[in-house]
């Protein structure tokens, strides 16, 4: 488990294929992950445990810290949080705030980045800009629309000529971050320690994107987990993609239907396509897959974690994991190991024994 601070909860079909190599409190809720989160509102906090699904927003950071010792917060026969060992008393602290489906974390991206901003501030050791800079940083081509007190640098970030609108939210650029040339950015945003912005990009709030990671192109609402690459030009948008992905050149994704209704979106537990009441959904992706240049997705595609997505037509909205291509052909388990050790390497990161273990034994219950 990924701290000591989460319940022992069973994994949710709706969150598939974002949880098949990870645990659910791992994915991100705004820029860092639920267990960054709950780990540092915890840390004084040894005894209260939490719903691995359950977002550290500031209503529920509030109602966890207020249980009193030996007390539990119900709902609907699920234990959401627990204050010590003894479940003899259960209290009423109204409905929680869940992560539900891979949707919400689209949705609710710009909770997420707002509900951890004051954390991160600390945890980046940010710096806010002020009113006095705006020339100053003007002189530089460095436009802002908007609040300049809305912008928060880490140390080392880089911040280079471009349009940056903070009518909507904040943006975080953050340590040894940067935004190369041209680029203009709508908040709320939040670019990862050490991952690149790259020239002319075009993003659209709210958008987050991981650490170690390299975008470039238009995104619109997406939320990028760490290590992964969409490096060239190419539409992503209300879209989630794992660790370790690389979208190739011009790759794109539909996020609204022709007809404007809503979208049926892919059910793990049914094995069908159903409607969730949205209308608007793009590419939801796995850990460690990959797509060729030129990769056109239709509206609300999953692809499972570690694919490879390659050939003339366009894919079917359901890829399992290990996929090779888009026919049914399965990835060689080594083969695709090889691979993703190749790509950690290059950001000098090792695989670890307990995560090539899951990858095994995902592989081994898809065949």
Same mark, same amino acid.
């Given at each position: 488990?990924?701290?000591?601070?989460?319940?022992?909860?069973?994994?949710?079909?709706?969150?598939?294929?974002?949880?098949?190599?990870?645990?659910?409190?791992?994915?991100?809720?705004?820029?860092?992950?639920?267990?960054?989160?709950?780990?540092?509102?915890?840390?004084?906090?040894?005894?209260?445990?939490?719903?691995?699904?359950?977002?550290?927003?500031?209503?529920?950071?509030?109602?966890?810290?207020?249980?009193?010792?030996?007390?539990?917060?119900?709902?609907?026969?699920?234990?959401?949080?627990?204050?010590?060992?003894?479940?003899?008393?259960?209290?009423?602290?109204?409905?929680?705030?869940?992560?539900?489906?891979?949707?919400?974390?689209?949705?609710? +991206?710009?909770?997420?980045?707002?509900?951890?901003?004051?954390?991160?501030?600390?945890?980046?050791?940010?710096?806010?800009?002020?009113?006095?800079?705006?020339?100053?940083?003007?002189?530089?081509?460095?436009? +802002?629309?908007?609040?300049?007190?809305?912008?928060?640098?880490?140390?080392?970030?880089?911040?280079?000529?471009?349009?940056?609108?903070?009518?909507?939210?904040?943006?975080?650029?953050?340590?040894?971050?940067?935004?190369?040339?041209?680029?203009?950015?709508?908040?709320?945003?939040?670019?990862?320690?050490?991952?690149?912005?790259?020239?002319?990009?075009? +993003?659209?709030?709210?958008?987050?994107?991981?650490?170690?990671?390299?975008?470039?192109?238009?995104?619109?609402?997406?939320?990028?987990?760490?290590?992964?690459?969409?490096?060239?030009?190419?539409?992503?948008?209300?879209?989630?993609?794992?660790?370790?992905?690389?979208?190739?050149?011009?790759?794109?994704?539909?996020?609204?239907?022709?007809?404007?209704?809503?979208?049926?979106?892919?059910?793990?537990?049914?094995?069908?396509?159903?409607?969730?009441?949205?209308?608007?959904?793009?590419?939801?992706?796995?850990?460690?897959?990959?797509?060729?240049?030129?990769?056109?997705?239709?509206?609300?595609?999953?692809?499972?974690?570690?694919?490879?997505?390659?050939?003339?037509?366009?894919?079917?909205?359901?890829?399992?994991?290990?996929?090779?291509?888009?026919?049914?052909?399965?990835?060689?388990?080594?083969?695709?190991?090889?691979?993703?050790?190749?790509?950690?390497?290059?950001?000098?990161?090792?695989?670890?024994?307990? +995560?090539?273990?899951?990858?095994?034994?995902?592989?081994?219950?898809?065949?």
């Amino acid at each position: 488990m990924t701290a000591s601070c989460f319940l022992d909860v069973d994994p949710n079909f709706a969150l598939y294929p974002l949880n098949v190599f990870r645990d659910e409190p791992t994915l991100h809720f705004g820029v860092r992950s639920i267990a960054n989160q709950w780990q540092e509102v915890l840390q004084s906090k040894p005894h209260l445990r939490v719903h691995t699904r359950l977002l550290p927003t500031a209503s529920n950071v509030r109602r966890v810290l207020s249980l009193a010792a030996d007390t539990a917060w119900k709902r609907n026969d699920s234990v959401v949080a627990v204050h010590g060992g003894n479940l003899a008393t259960e209290v009423e602290l109204g409905e929680p705030e869940m992560l539900r489906n891979c949707g919400d974390l689209f949705e609710q +991206v710009a909770q997420g980045l707002e509900a951890d901003l004051e954390r991160l501030k600390l945890a980046w050791r940010l710096r806010t800009l002020s009113e006095d800079e705006r020339d100053a940083w003007a002189s530089r081509g460095i436009v +802002v629309n908007g609040a300049m007190d809305r912008i928060h640098l880490g140390p080392g970030a880089k911040l280079r000529d471009g349009s940056y609108n903070t009518e909507s939210g904040d943006i975080v650029i953050g340590p040894s971050a940067e935004v190369m040339e041209g680029c203009r950015i709508r908040g709320p945003f939040a670019l990862g320690e050490g991952s690149t912005l790259r020239m002319g990009s075009l +993003v659209y709030g709210p958008t987050t994107i991981g650490k170690g990671c390299k975008v470039g192109g238009e995104v619109s609402n997406v939320v990028i987990h760490d290590y992964s690459n969409k490096a060239h030009g190419g539409f992503l948008g209300n879209s989630v993609l794992g660790s370790w992905c690389n979208l190739g050149a011009e790759t794109t994704c539909s996020n609204l239907k022709n007809t404007y209704g809503h979208i049926a979106e892919w059910n793990a537990s049914s094995q069908s396509f159903e409607s969730q009441g949205r209308t608007f959904c793009g590419l939801i992706m796995g850990d460690h897959s990959k797509t060729a240049i030129h990769t056109a997705f239709s509206t609300a595609t999953v692809v499972g974690p570690m694919c490879n997505v390659f050939g003339d037509a366009t894919p079917p909205r359901h890829l399992p994991p290990f996929s090779w291509g888009c026919e049914g052909e399965t990835h060689d388990l080594e083969r695709a190991l090889d691979t993703a050790r190749k790509v950690m390497a290059r950001r000098s990161v090792e695989m670890p024994e307990a +995560v090539e273990a899951r990858i095994r034994q995902a592989f081994g219950e898809r065949s």
